[in-house]
Structure formats: structure tokens, C-alpha cells
């Protein structure tokens, strides 16, 4: 089979986005994402009106993403989709209708691990963009993951450490929810956090092994900080909201950033990548960008369409199981527990 002029479709329905993009050869023609609304007003993700939405927007998503590409069905090679971790009735919905159309053009299915495919979205061929050389470490920082990832080629990847508790974009999103912030929280933390100051108040860092994470712990001191502070002063938050936001931030990111500098100590390995939605955060952008001064790193820092969840990540995954024929048949499944080694 000839592996040139590949056209892969990419489908993504893990959780609330229903995303769907085109690859040619690695390079990206269309990458939409339709977000889902609905969930800001119940203050995070609905899993039953996630799984609703995606069968209302899959169709036109695709059709939006085909025509966008100026391609017909009939030019795509492959068809790429989630097969996990996410939720189980949004998974289904991206699942059934990847093996329909694929059965239906009599193309290639292949099934992508989620957590895989935002590590290798470094691999999308873009100008400008650096990709990072086989060893190196990423750092896989979202609201359902928080992992340090060594990885030794395309689908070869071991965990070296990860959350015992809750994952970083939920210490974000939480702390937000606890300063009364609407849903997603996280961004917003970014963004008031650019005007405060980073040791306005101190949190303590929690104690556990030397490339693991734990989050619960500073979650819960956060909302006791807020309740002592308020009960003294019930303007508190209002007051300092961009101080706290400064504050809570430098805490998480000086943790995250602790954890990398113990995994290149333990590696050797300097080529260092970070993937997954909260890899979009302006602070650990940017001390990441200072340790390839201070530390000789060299690192790798995902556009930002690439970094919460979206179907161009999918489809270079797809094209690189393509490339070495690694085919799903019909009988797969969704699974909505998954590790990223699986």
C-alpha cells in the first residue's frame, strides 16, 4: 500500500469537544472542535448531555472538517478515533461512527489511546515547530491526567511517576470553583494570576515520592486559607483575587516544575516535552522556557490548538499506526479506563 498522499480523518469524543481534523501526510488541512456549552451552568462536564451533544455535532463536525480540507470522503486512507480513557457513553459516540463511515468506504480503522495522542501531537508537521527526539520525557498535565512520561519511540512509553490523587487541572479548576470563578476555572486562574503576586500567601507542597503527584492536599488547604480569610474579612477574595490567583498558581507550577527537574536527574534525559490541556498555561510555558537557559533542557511547548483536546492530535496518532500498518478491526471496543502504555 502506498504510504505517500495519506489522507487520515480523526475523530475525537473523549469528553465535552467534539473535534474532527485532516491529515495529508502528517500536515494539518482542518482541525475543528466544537466545545459543548451546556456544562458551564452545572459548574463541570454532565457525562449523559456530553454523550447527547456529540451525537447532535459529530455529523456536522466531520462534514465541516472534510469540506474544510477540500477533499471528498472517497480521498481519505484512513479513519482514526478515541478509543479511551474518557466517557463511556461519549466515546461510543465517536466509536460507532468511525466504524460506520470506515465500513462504509471500505478504508482502515485505527483506534487511538487519548493520552498517547497528546504526547505525539509533537509529532504534527508544522513549520517552525520542534520535534523532540526519541528518548525524551514529557510531562502529560490535564483534568483527568497528571504523568511524567518517558517516551523511546512512537509507541513505546513508560510512566515514571504520576498523580496518587487528583490531577493537576482539577487542583486548577477546584481552586477556582473555592474563589467562586465560573466553569472552566483554570484559565482564569492563568489569567487573573498575570496581575498578582506570586508569594503574596505560601501553600505547602505535599510530601510524596520523588517523581509522584498529589494534589488533594493543597486543594484542601486552599479552601481552609479561603474560609479563615473570608471569615475575617468577607471581602477578602474580592480584594485579592489576583494575589490568590498569583499564588495558588506559583504553588502548582513550582511543584510540577520539582518533579521534572527529579525526572532529568533520574534520566539523564534533557529533551523535555508537555502535553494535555493545562500545558496551555502561560506560567509553566514560560519556566520551561527559562530552564533551557538556566538548564541546558531543550523543551518542547505544544501550540496552543493542540493542547486541550482535539481531533489533529487523533489523526497523527492514526497516521503513525498507518505508516507501520497497525489496523483496529471491527470488534474493538471504547474503553473508558485506559493507561497511557496500553
Not at 117 to 131: C, N, Q, W
Not at 257 to 274: E, L, P, R, S, Y
Request: charged share 20%; glycine share 8%; hydrophobic share 40%.
Amino acid at each position: 500500500m502506498d504510504k505517500k498522499n495519506v489522507y487520515i480523518l480523526g475523530i475525537e469524543s473523549s469528553c465535552d469537544d467534539t473535534s474532527a481534523a485532516v491529515l495529508h501526510d502528517g500536515k494539518v488541512l482542518s482541525n475543528i472542535v466544537a466545545n459543548q456549552e451546556v456544562h458551564a451552568k452545572y459548574g463541570g462536564v454532565v457525562p449523559e448531555l456530553a454523550s447527547r451533544a456529540h451525537q447532535q455535532n459529530i455529523v456536522p463536525v466531520v462534514q465541516q472538517a472534510i469540506a474544510q480540507a477540500g477533499i471528498e470522503k472517497s480521498d481519505l486512507s484512513a479513519i482514526a478515533f478515541t478509543r479511551g480513557p474518557g466517557l463511556m457513553g461519549s466515546l461510543l459516540v465517536g466509536t460507532s461512527f468511525a466504524k460506520s463511515l470506515a465500513l462504509g468506504l471500505d478504508i482502515p480503522l485505527l483506534d487511538v489511546n487519548h493520552m498517547q495522542a497528546h504526547i505525539l501531537a509533537h509529532f504534527i508537521k508544522e513549520e517552525g515547530s520542534k520535534i523532540p527526539p526519541f528518548p525524551f520525557i514529557c510531562l502529560t498535565i490535564s483534568g483527568g491526567h497528571t504523568q511524567i512520561v518517558k517516551i523511546t519511540d512512537h509507541f513505546e512509553m513508560e510512566i515514571l511517576g504520576e498523580t496518587i490523587d487528583d490531577a493537576v487541572g482539577e487542583a486548577f479548576d477546584k481552586s477556582a470553583k473555592i474563589l467562586g470563578l465560573p466553569y472552566p476555572g483554570g484559565p482564569l486562574v492563568d489569567k487573573y494570576a498575570q496581575q498578582g503576586n506570586p508569594k503574596a500567601y505560601s501553600f505547602s507542597k505535599p510530601r510524596v515520592g520523588d517523581l509522584d503527584f498529589s494534589f488533594s492536599g493543597l486543594k484542601t488547604a486552599i479552601l481552609y486559607f479561603i474560609q479563615r480569610e473570608t471569615k475575617a474579612n468577607p471581602n477578602f477574595i474580592e480584594e485579592n483575587l489576583y494575589d490568590i490567583c498569583a499564588s495558588i498558581q506559583h504553588t502548582i507550577i513550582e511543584i510540577l516544575m520539582d518533579k521534572i527537574k527529579n525526572a532529568v536527574k533520574a534520566t539523564g534525559i534533557k529533551h523535555i516535552a508537555i502535553a494535555g490541556g493545562v500545558s496551555a498555561n502561560s506560567e509553566i510555558r514560560k519556566r520551561l522556557e527559562l530552564a533551557e537557559k538556566h538548564w541546558g533542557w531543550n523543551t518542547y511547548i505544544p501550540k496552543f490548538q493542540y493542547t486541550t483536546d482535539n481531533a489533529a492530535m487523533i489523526a497523527i496518532t492514526g497516521y503513525l499506526k498507518y505508516l507501520n500498518n497497525d489496523y483496529s478491526d471491527a470488534s474493538i471496543t471504547a474503553q473508558a479506563r485506559l493507561k497511557v502504555t496500553e
